[in-house]
């Protein structure tokens, strides 16, 4: 892989560009990681690769290794792993809520106990999550209570 | 996982240290130091079975079972730690009802933690929701 870095200080907006002859795993999770300073997310669906902004993030979830990205009516898969992602969100409104998902925080309307002690958060598009009691209190440090 | 468990550990540990800090200048007894090794190996062996009990979710789904199953765990421990460290026997009836009472107290013990740890829960879950109502309130202005 060989990296060239042109610096010209007239340039308004850095910009990126990648050349190459096959878009690989390993070419996708440098992207991912690009995205992760922009406030934006890579996720895959169909093939195609969209730039997900944060604030239309409602959680990640970490599934069979697998990290997928779910917005209010889509679901994207994306390349970064769920504690890269963790790291980069660590000063913002997202925080872990159980082993496997980190979930936005101001997409959450609120969090109840069920019968057998469970919690269930329940999010602004009316899904239901489960929230992990051992989690609670990092809920509470994110939202300053 | 391991830094959990050794983060829960020490907390753990560092709260059974005060309590016999406190028991010792109670007590006003050197002696008493054995105690401590005995509280030791007890939170040592009931720690490890309720961390990853509770962790892996282990015996059932519901939690109120595993938390029975630790609590009576817990009891057993610490009564044969007892008799293993020699501060019990059972020579007869009155000792063994003597000994299921005991029992039955650090069972009901552990429950009622439990429940306090569920009151606690609850009350993070209404200043959470309090500020989630708040903030969503704040973005609707």
Redesign the interface.
């Known amino acids: 892989m060989k990296i060239t870095i042109h610096q010209d200080p007239d340039v308004n907006e850095t910009e990126i560009s990648i050349t190459c002859s096959e878009m690989t795993s390993e070419l996708q999770e440098i992207i991912a990681n690009i995205c992760l300073f922009e406030n934006t997310f890579a996720g895959k669906k169909d093939g195609a690769t969209f730039f997900i902004p944060m604030k239309d993030i409602y959680y990640f979830e970490s599934v069979d290794g697998t990290t997928f990205i779910y917005t209010e009516d889509e679901t994207y898969e994306a390349a970064a792993r769920l504690y890269k992602i963790e790291e980069t969100l660590h000063n913002s409104k997202f925080a872990r809520i159980s082993k496997s998902v980190i979930a936005n925080?101001?997409k959450?309307?609120?969090?109840?106990?069920e019968k057998?002690?469970?919690?269930i958060a329940r999010l602004?598009n009316g899904e239901n999550i489960l929230v992990s009691?051992?989690y609670?209190?990092e809920?509470?440090k994110k939202?300053?209570? | 996982m391991s830094k959990?468990y050794w983060d829960s550990f020490l907390k753990t540990m560092g709260l059974i240290a005060i309590f016999y800090l406190v028991l010792s200048l109670v007590l006003r007894d050197g002696n008493q130091i054995r105690y401590f090794y005995l509280m030791t190996y007890i939170t040592v062996l009931t720690h490890f079975f309720s961390f990853f009990t509770f962790r892996l979710k282990l015996f059932s789904?519901?939690?109120?079972v595993r938390r029975m199953i630790v609590s009576i765990f817990d009891a057993a421990v610490m009564m044969l730690m007892s008799i293993l460290f020699g501060y019990f026997h059972i020579d007869n009836k009155k000792h063994l009802l003597t000994y299921g009472v005991a029992a039955v107290f650090i069972i009901v013990f552990c429950c009622f933690s439990f429940y306090l740890s569920?009151k606690i829960?609850?009350q993070?879950?209404e200043?959470?929701?309090q500020?989630?109502?708040d903030?969503?309130e704040g973005?609707m202005e």
């Open positions: 925080l101001s959450m309307q609120s969090i109840t106990p057998n002690s469970r919690l602004t009691r051992q609670v209190s809920i509470k939202l300053g209570v | 959990a789904g519901h939690i109120w569920d829960v609850k993070n879950l200043r959470i929701n500020k989630l109502a903030e969503a973005d």
